[in-house]
């Protein structure tokens, strides 16, 4: 059967998407290889957290254990109505993938040494979704040298700007 919502011509996942938590250090401190978007298994109190914002991913990773992706030492904050059937705050948490998407991820993640890093938690579709990324370390003159360039095309792109709106000024 139809739904009953009519869906919106060229409406994407993208505009269905709505960003819980971002991992702002981990883009800053890693070189990102590949990014996946994945499930995460969790409780009634976890969920409910997780829409008022109460969950941390700046010290989370994962870790692949028998064929099985774990997310390891995420923060989500106790619900305060749940009583007695409230979770704990750091368990282990399972995501959901395909078989051969943990191959993939696990195979290069072992073998040249790399971690997996949660970037991000949104909902899409009213379920939680981690996006998971492959990531290899920076060493500082790498974080030196990018935020160098960052500067240096900030400069320029402002410069341009300001030569565009000078060229407009009617003399």
Known sequence: MASSRPSKPGSSDSDQRQI???????????????????GIVLTGSEVKSIRNNKISIEEAYARVDNN????IDCDIAEYAEASIYNHARQRKRKLLLHRREIRKFAEVAENDGLTLVPLAVFFQKGLVKVRLAIVKGRKLHDKR???????DR????DARMKAVANARKPR
């Open 20 to 38: 819980v938590c971002q991992n702002r250090r981990a883009r800053h401190e890693y070189d990102i290889l590949d990014e996946l978007d994945c």
């Open 68 to 71: 099985e992706v774990w997310l």
């Open 145 to 151: 040298q990018r935020m160098k360039e960052q500067t």
């Open 154 to 157: 900030r400069e320029m792109r």
